[in-house]
């Protein structure tokens, strides 16, 4: 059985070459959003894979979408599961390579990833700022991921806001983005 989560659109950080949001649900139309997932599930089908996939794509200006990469794991493009939707992209990888049946992959808010990434120039112990204030804004859910060193545009973390709406979970993401720095 193939089951697969809503659609999500990726921001780049232009210098890094990263992501630094991903805004779930994606604002492309339901055509765009089909072609998608009839995409990814050829892609699961022809590697006869069990378990999470990750499929990410490029969407070109003449609407053409275009296979960047795969990952055969729970992936960075999915943690806002966690938060977001009825069952995160880890409890679905259980599921699936424990042959259970999938779990509802619906959205329960929106949701907004922000990439938590080292600062510009700053390379050594890593020292967070902003929590706290972070912490205030509704909605934010804070993951590190352990790493004691820090470097230019390493990631070191994410912080998912959940909202009523995506415009809003997009205003508080911003305001994350400007209060959580990771320095040294």
Do not use: W
């Not at 806002?80 to 619906?106: K, M, W």
Request: proline share 4%; net charge negative; charged share 20%.
């Amino acid at each position: 059985v193939i089951s697969h989560f809503p659609v999500v659109e990726m921001e780049f950080n232009a210098e890094a070459n990263l992501v630094e949001f991903l805004f779930s649900p994606a604002s492309v139309t339901e055509k765009q959003m089909q072609e998608a997932v009839r995409i990814a599930t050829t892609v699961i089908e022809k590697l006869e894979m069990v378990g999470v996939l990750a499929v990410e794509m490029f969407l070109c200006k003449d609407g053409q979408l275009l296979v960047n990469e795969v990952a055969p794991r729970p992936h960075n493009s999915g943690h806002q599961t966690i938060e977001g939707n009825v069952c995160s992209q880890y409890e679905q990888h259980l599921r699936a390579i424990f042959n259970l049946p999938p779990g509802d992959t619906a959205i329960t808010q929106p949701s907004v990833m922000v990439n938590l990434l080292g600062e510009k120039d700053f390379t050594g112990d890593a020292v967070y700022e902003g929590f706290h204030e972070a912490l205030a804004i509704p909605g934010a859910h804070i993951h590190l991921y352990g790493k004691k060193t820090t470097k230019s545009f390493r990631k070191m973390g994410h912080i998912t806001i959940t909202a009523q709406t995506l415009n809003e979970a997009r205003e508080n993401a911003l305001k994350v983005k400007e209060i959580v720095k990771v320095k040294s």
